[in-house]
């Protein structure tokens, strides 16, 4: 499957946002997904992540409360919604796709498919 990520930007702090992710090339209701993100000289972490039937998520401590994943297997799409952003949560966003977990996931290398990434910028 093949995964495109859109909807970042630059925005101030205490704003919201909201990232998707368009698959191709199969169907996500066969994968767990996953958000992650990237920021400047650091290694790529975990955000969230959500069950195929999207009825069980995941989320990183640092964005409980905040963010909200979700999917729509009929849309083939992923989103993340994004609130009271702050400085810290800028970074590239990328979404991933795991054909062999249960949505619980956290690795980088346990997802096997990768959108290309969306920039975020949270300006202070």
């Known amino acids: 499957v093949q995964l495109q990520a859109s909807g970042g930007g630059l925005v101030q702090a205490g704003a919201s946002l909201r990232l998707s992710c368009a698959a191709s090339?199969?169907?996500?209701?066969?994968?767990?997904m996953a958000w992650f993100r990237q920021a400047p000289g650091k290694e790529r972490e975990f955000v969230a992540s959500?069950?195929?039937?999207?009825?069980?998520?995941y989320y990183a401590d640092s964005v409980k409360g905040r963010f909200t994943i979700s999917r729509d297997n009929a849309k083939n799409t992923l989103n993340l919604q994004m609130s009271t952003l702050k400085p810290e949560d800028t970074a590239v966003y990328y979404c991933?796709?795991?054909?062999w977990g249960s949505g619980m996931r956290v690795l980088v290398s346990e997802y096997d498919s990768w959108g290309q990434g969306t920039q975020v910028t949270v300006s202070s």
């Open positions: 991933a796709a795991d054909m």
């Open positions: 090339g199969g169907t996500i209701s066969r994968y767990s």
């Open positions: 959500i069950s195929r039937s999207g009825r069980s998520t």
